[in-house]
Each structure stands twice: as structure tokens, then as C-alpha cells.
């Protein structure tokens, strides 16, 4: 049962870490392409939002690549600690 949540939660990151582009992107520019829709805004809005968009989507990639890194290093010291003890 434990494999299966580290292997439920592994894909999990792993598809978020694809598809963070996407999600962003939706999360973000909906509502501020609604709101723009709303009030008839300019362009330079929608140019904004798309901006805004691939910087957060960026972020989000970038820290689901630390937290693999910090994952890595963390099974690798209690690969150590195992092997230290015997």
C-alpha cells in the first residue's frame, strides 16, 4: 500500500511537471480573459495575461524540479543512514 501512494504520488508530479505550462495558463488566463471580455479591454491585456501566464507556469516547473531534487537527495541520505547502521 505505501509503494502504491509513492507510486500514485511520483506520476502525480511527474504530470503536473509536464503540464504545468497548461494548467497555468488555464487558471490564469480565464478569469482575466472573462474580466477583459467583461469591460472590453485592449489588447495589451490579453498580451499581459499571456505573459503572466508562461512566467508562473515557468515557476511552477521550476519548483516541481527543486522538489524532485530535494526528494532525491532525501532518499539518498537515508540510503546512507541504512547503510551506516549495518
Known amino acids: 500500500m505505501k509503494s502504491r501512494i509513492k507510486t500514485l504520488r511520483d506520476n502525480t508530479a511527474s504530470?503536473?511537471?509536464?503540464?504545468?505550462?497548461f494548467i497555468s495558463l488555464f487558471f490564469i488566463l480565464v478569469p482575466f480573459l472573462?474580466?477583459?471580455?467583461?469591460?472590453?479591454?485592449?489588447?495589451?491585456?490579453?498580451?499581459?495575461c499571456v505573459f503572466f501566464g508562461f512566467g508562473v507556469a515557468h515557476l511552477c516547473q521550476f519548483a516541481l524540479r527543486e522538489s524532485n531534487k530535494a526528494k532525491y537527495l532525501e532518499n539518498r541520505v537515508n540510503l546512507l543512514e541504512r547503510t551506516l547502521r549495518r
Open 34 to 48: 472573462w474580466f477583459s471580455v467583461e469591460v472590453n479591454q485592449s489588447i495589451l491585456r490579453y498580451a499581459f
Open 15 to 21: 504530470w503536473l511537471e509536464i503540464n504545468a505550462v
